[in-house]
């Protein structure tokens, strides 16, 4: 394996040293823009704050199936998945899911307990997406609660250039070292097909649909066929089969200064769960046979999304709105294992749902001057959620079923002032107010200095609230070895961050061009919520906010271009600090450092046309501080020790060739050429989400794939 990877980095080595002509991205003529946090779609050079953009052409390259796999390739950004759900958050800068802020066309994407946050990214296919855009650190002001971490906007395809547009995509991969497309099924099979016609200068419509179906991954375990009388816990998947049906729809209206935008997108998926214990079930007459109690999760999704920007004499305003829910189902069942059938099979039964109303508008341009702009704006959301006693311990007898409405509304000002040629400034404040929580303020401050047509600097300070999940709010566990109960009454975290950027533009004489960036970030959460041990003897957990959460950040990057060659890298250091307390002992506050370390690579043979592209990505060794109990004393406070979470290694390669006037391509690739599946991490134990006590499943390994695009 060694000298394959070898081979291929050589391989790449040479690719770039030969560099010839026709730099594929720079075909582009039209300068990229970006719209996260701005007042409108400008350029990202031009941009206030420092965003992050994936265009879909490295998203093609990648040969990617959903947007979790493209933001793995993402400095400080770590997808958590979880192999029992199959769902998958994003990490930024050490926290999870509820701190991100998830948007689809700068609205909110519901989730099962909240809007925009703890988004399943699997679910969100790339198949018509235009590009990501990530804004890191706390954004309030702009975008609300949860927008702790950061904010991942992804932009959809709305416009095409041609009359009409036909592409197929047909996906063919391995999952680890299975796969069949024939007789059993094994493998990733992807199938996706968007249209879109533009029927005059003024209307143009969409759709899309995209079919994934993951047949899981064995791994350790044997598949679902597979039982032994000794009920040795080999049957079933370490990741679970997974398939997926998204669909999309939209319509365009541009005339003048007035555009209105409709999309409608539908989500079904199934995933199975198969058990892994096998028990001995009587059928009568003195037969036998072994069973397990499997269990199939559905979800469906809609999300309903219309936006209008428009002229009010000279004012702008933009306005979106939007309606979604997500409903997702388990169904129990009792099958026979050596039959292959179902002996008994319970009725479905909804374990979460979330309905949502959600708008957000925004006016600016009043006083119609280069020199001076403010915005005004609101949001509100209205979100009714509910949670099955199955998901969790809620209540106060432990087997309730939660319903929680909320209603947020907030207003939030700014105003951005180009003070000279080479300075701007921002000033903003957002005041929220809910039926459910206290008033939140956020604010948020930004100044961009341009030292000359080359370089800039961006010196950055937001806040952002995070509101409390049904676990930390409800949870009931109460019985003869746990007492673990929620605290309805904790009040929503603050984040603040800072971070300053600065890049630096340059050509070379002969056409090599350069962008250097170097940034620092801190990001502060007050009041964090955590799971606390207030009285060891009996032991009582419960979740209370306490001042806990530090990160310090530093990284640099560097991309380099000249006709047909790109390479992008970057390497960052991160610190966190996280205190940790059980009411009578407290973990030391010191800072724990790792680093990453990514790199892309594209190259475009001249002649041929062929494209070879190259990722990878390093996440080094981090440490975090863990409780160790006394379980032979109760009263004993334990002590805290530093477990670790080992470093890996990720690497993709796939070569596209172009056939008949580019309507067809063949890509063919290989992912996670490193293997890599599980990794140490002594901070945690073995439960439903790993792999065993202390290990953690990242991946399914190593997987080869074959992709066929058929451009009408």
Known sequence: MKKKVLSILSLSTILWMNAQENDSLNQKKIEEVVITGQYMQQSINKSIYKVEVID???????????????????????????????DSNANIMGLSGEYTKVLIDNIPVVSDQGMGNLVDLTKLNVNNIERIE???????????????AGVINIITKKTYFKKFNALLSLQEETVGKDYDWFKKGNGRHVQSLNLGYRINDNWSVTADINHNDFQGYKGSQNGYKYFNT?????????????????????????KNNTTLFYKVNFLTETINFRDPRVTDYPLGGGQRTYVSDDIDYFTKRWIHQFNIQTKLGRINYNGDFSYQSQERKSQDYVYDVPDRSEISKEDKKTYYKSDVLYSRGMFS???????????????????????????????????????????????????????????SLRPGVRLALSDKFDSQFNYSFTAKYNFSDKSDIRGIFGSANRFPTYDELYTYIVDNNHDIRGNADLKPETGYSAGLFWDYNLTSPNAWKFNISLSGMYLDVKDRIE??????????????????????LFGGNLNIRKDN???????????????????????????????????????????????????????????????LANTQDP???????????DDFSMLNFTVSQPFFNNHLELSLGIKNIFDVSSIRNTTIAGDGHNAGANNQNLFYGRSYFARLNYNF
Do not use: C
Request: aromatic share 12%.
């Open 365 to 423: 341009n009043f006083l119609d001057s280069e020199k001076f702009n403010f915005q005004l704006g609101y949001e509100l959301d209205r979100t009714k959620g509910f949670a099955d006693a199955s998901t969790g311990n809620f209540g106060t007898s432990g087997n309730e079923n939660i319903n929680r409405t909320i209603f947020n509304y907030a207003n939030f000002l700014s105003a951005e002032w180009k003070v000279t040629d080479q300075l």
């Open 134 to 148: 990530i804004v890191k650190g706390s954004m309030g002001v702009e975008y609300g609660n949860n927008a702790v």
């Open 531 to 552: 799971n606390v041990i207030i009285n060891p003897s009996p032991l009582q957990y419960t979740y209370i906010n306490v001042d806990n959460y530090k990160s310090i």
């Open 635 to 645: 009263t004993d406070p334990g002590r805290y020790v530093l477990g670790e979470i």
């Open 56 to 86: 879909a052409q490295q998203i093609k390259n990648m040969a990617v199936t959903n947007v979790a796999e493209v933001l793995n390739q993402n400095l400080n950004i770590l997808i958590q998945p979880n192999r029992g759900s199959g």
């Open 565 to 627: 060659l790109s390479i992008n890298t970057g390497v960052s250091t991160m610190g966190i600090s996280r205190v940790m307390n059980t009411g009578n002992l407290t973990s030391p506050d010191n800072y724990n450092y790792y680093v990453e370390a990514n790199l892309g690579a594209n190259y475009t043979l001249s002649k041929t046309k062929t494209l070879f592209a190259l990722y990878y990505k390093y996440t080094g060794k981090s440490k975090q501080y863990v409780h």
């Open 230 to 254: 000794g009920n040795d816990l080999l049957r079933g998947y370490e990741w679970q089969p997974k398939d997926q049906l998204i669909t999309n729809g939209a319509v365009r209206y541009s």
